[in-house]
Nanobody, 126 residues
Framework: VQLQASGGGLVQPGGSLRLSCAASGRTFSNSYTFAWFRQAPGKEREFVAARRSGGSTNYADSVKGRFTISRDNARNTVALQMNSLKPEDTAVYYC????????????????????WGQGTLVTVSS
């Protein structure tokens, strides 16, 4: 299974960006959890958002109300719509997936995910 993240770039504060993660090699059609994490320079990788089959989502407090994670089953992709971006959102964003439904408390844990994309850089700056 390979996950390919794309959509990063440079955006001004207050702007929007949409990241996409394409899964190949396997179709997560029944039970799955997909997530986005990010890692800023000099910091640890942190949870951003997750979504599992059935539609349940989980967001970090820092992005709640600004970011939305969604799933396109037909295209086997997961998207992260980021609005009202702030300079502190600058980071490399990684998508991750696991072929089972994680409980809410586990959705934020890096070790729960089996598959990782290569990362895409998001820079929020004027």
């Amino acid at each position: 299974v390979q996950l390919q993240a794309s959509g990063g770039g440079l955006v001004q504060p207050g702007g929007s960006l949409r990241l996409s993660c394409a899964a190949s090699g396997r179709t997560f059609s029944n039970s799955y959890t997909f997530a986005w994490f990010r890692q800023a320079p000099g910091k640890e990788r942190e949870f951003v958002a997750a979504r599992r089959s059935g539609g349940s989502t989980n967001y970090a407090d820092s992005v709640k109300g600004r970011f939305t994670i969604s799933r396109d089953n037909a295209r086997n992709t997961v998207a992260l719509q980021m609005n009202s971006l702030k300079p502190e959102d600058t980071a490399v964003y990684y998508c991750a997936g696991v072929p089972r439904n994680l409980i809410v408390s586990s959705m934020r844990r890096l070790v729960e995910y089996d598959y990782w994309g290569q990362g895409t850089l998001v820079t929020v700056s004027s």
